[in-house]
């Protein structure tokens, strides 16, 4: 073990109270997070050992071991998987996270024999027990998430290591080389990892990361649910107006947009004549032509933005109190729903990208275009830096300087039949031009397993 990483493994093992604490935290308002808390640190309860002695007819007798941090992530695996249990008949999947909603949206990818448990905490006793336990055949890490402790035991064991629909922008790259000492082994320790862009590659490599390709990114291989996307263009074409979505909102973003709201107001000392005297005092803080719909990013914030919109003075239609037939009538509709981004997809003919007004990096525009629904985006889009450059060359993207402008726009081509129905047909041959992501990655995957079983012999599953 290198100095770095022994220092690292020593601070990772007394961060674990802190840890602790802040899952009881997280746990008051996603109590998810207490669940199988002992899992993290690598122990796990009786009942899995039943769960491990399932037979399989999978790759050399092992899990396929799929690691998808947090939601997002969890959506990109769901599309790799349905892959690979073609390339990979009789597969176990191993799928592990480190969020609440994760692990939720996890759920819906099991299958029977499949093992579902919280990543484990990068100590080496962790990571040890972790992998003493499962003895995966292969470990998939989505995106982003590289851990030295585990690239390191994992190289150890001969377990191959990969990332797949991998990225890396700037920021994390000079932070990264700020701790080259520890990260340089960590990337490097890789087996392979398959970048969505050619800059995320030239990033990768410049960490030491052995690049096996540039595949693209899977999220564009995402088929919309029909029945999903048909319930919202049902109530879409019920809304009466046009309405305007503010897909995945982070915090910070919905007070921008009521400010813009506020700014459309008369102020106090404007001259106005007596005729519009009465408008103007029952006049809402609105909407205008248009319906919104506000959808935040994290569960957590659901009650949060529903009591800053009413504050506002706005009355709100939550999706949970919705009928099967329509939404409610109100100034604002919120949707407080996990898994049903296509149907609110389908219900906007326009959407404000969330986490783009905001300096955090923007939200998957991807699912978007998929579902036919054009993006107008703030200027802060470096997660997904090529895609939103493609997508605004492709004309199913606009991009603005600030929330202002961004409703200006969503208003504009919301109320402009035709400019919509144009910029909704570019936006759906935009994502299927790109697919094809999930397939590559699943065969490099069988892959490298069938190269593995060629040349070691397969040993027992553990007991």
């Given at each position: 073990m290198t100095l770095a990483r022994a220092l690292y493994s020593v601070a990772m093992w007394c961060a674990q109270p802190l840890l602790r604490r802040k899952l009881r935290r997280r746990a008051l308002a996603e109590p998810g997070y207490a669940h199988a808390v002992p899992e993290r640190f690598g122990r796990y309860a009786p009942p899995m050992d039943s769960l491990l002695g399932h037979s399989t007819t999978g790759p050399m007798g092992h899990f396929v071991?799929?690691?998808?941090?947090?939601?997002?992530?969890?959506?990109?695996?769901?599309?790799?998987?349905?892959?690979?249990?073609?390339?990979?008949?009789?597969?176990?999947?191993?799928?592990?996270?480190?969020?609440?909603?994760?692990?939720?949206?996890?759920?819906?990818?099991?299958?029977?024999?499949?093992?579902?448990?919280?990543?484990?905490?990068?100590?080496?006793?962790?990571?040890?027990?972790?992998?003493?336990?499962?003895?995966?055949?292969?470990?998939?890490?989505?995106e982003t998430?590289?851990?030295?402790?585990?690239?390191?035991?994992?190289?150890?064991?001969?377990?191959?290591?990969?990332?797949?629909?991998?990225?890396?922008?700037?920021?994390?790259?000079?932070?990264?080389?700020?701790?080259?000492?520890?990260?340089?082994?960590?990337?490097?320790?890789?087996?392979?990892?398959?970048?969505?862009?050619?800059?995320?590659?030239?990033?990768?490599?410049?960490?030491?990361?052995?690049?096996?390709?540039?595949?693209?990114?899977?999220?564009?291989?995402?088929?919309?649910?029909?029945?999903?996307?048909?319930?919202?263009?049902?109530?879409?074409?019920?809304?009466?107006?046009?309405?305007?979505?503010?897909?995945?909102?982070?915090?910070?973003?919905?007070?921008?947009?009521?400010?813009?709201?506020?700014?459309?107001?008369?102020?106090?000392?404007?001259?106005?004549?007596?005729?519009?005297?009465?408008?103007?005092?029952?006049?809402?803080?609105?909407?205008g032509a248009v319906q919104w719909l506000i959808v935040p990013r994290h569960p957590q914030r659901f009650d949060e933005v529903h009591q800053l919109i009413a504050s506002a003075g706005l009355t709100v239609s939550r999706r949970s109190g919705w009928s099967a037939e329509a939404p409610t009538q109100a100034d604002v509709w919120l949707g407080d729903s996990?898994?049903?981004?296509?149907?609110?997809?389908?219900?906007?003919?326009?959407?404000?990208l969330g986490g783009s007004f905001a300096p955090l990096g923007g939200q998957n525009l991807i699912e978007a275009a998929a579902c036919g629904c054009p993006v107008v985006m703030g200027p802060h889009t470096f997660n997904f830096a090529e895609a939103a450059e493609l997508a605004c060359s492709a004309g199913a993207a606009q991009r603005v300087a600030d929330m202002a402008a961004g409703v200006a726009a969503a208003q504009a081509l919301a109320s402009d039949a035709t400019a919509r129905d144009a910029a909704s047909a570019r936006a759906t041959v935009f994502a299927v031009a790109h697919r094809g992501a999930a397939l590559a990655t699943a065969r490099a995957i069988a892959e490298m397993l069938n190269r593995r079983a060629g040349s070691a012999p397969a040993a027992p599953l553990p007991r």
């Open positions: 071991w799929v690691h998808a941090v947090s939601l997002g992530e969890t959506r990109a695996a769901a599309i790799l998987l349905a892959e690979l249990r073609r390339q990979l008949p009789g597969m176990r999947l191993l799928l592990t996270h480190g969020t609440a909603t994760g692990r939720a949206e996890g759920e819906k990818l099991l299958q029977p024999g499949d093992v579902q448990v919280w990543q484990p905490w990068d100590t080496p006793g962790a990571v040890r027990r972790f992998l003493n336990k499962f003895r995966p055949a292969i470990g998939v890490l989505m998430e590289v851990w030295p402790n585990m690239v390191a035991a994992c190289r150890q064991r001969g377990i191959p290591l990969v990332l797949a629909n991998a990225r890396l922008n700037e920021r994390s790259l000079r932070k990264a080389q700020r701790v080259a000492p520890l990260a340089l082994p960590a990337f490097g320790g890789l087996a392979a990892a398959w970048a969505q862009t050619e800059d995320d590659a030239r990033r990768l490599r410049a960490l030491g990361t052995p690049v096996g390709g540039v595949f693209g990114n899977l999220k564009f291989d995402v088929v919309p649910d029909a029945a999903q996307l048909a319930r919202g263009h049902a109530w879409r074409a019920g809304a009466g107006r046009p309405v305007v979505l503010l897909a995945s909102s982070r915090e910070g973003e919905e007070a921008l947009w009521l400010d813009v709201l506020k700014q459309k107001r008369p102020s106090a000392n404007e001259s106005i004549d007596s005729n519009a005297i009465e408008n103007i005092a029952n006049q809402r803080l609105t909407t996990l898994g049903e981004m296509a149907q609110y997809y389908g219900l906007a003919h326009v959407a404000l």
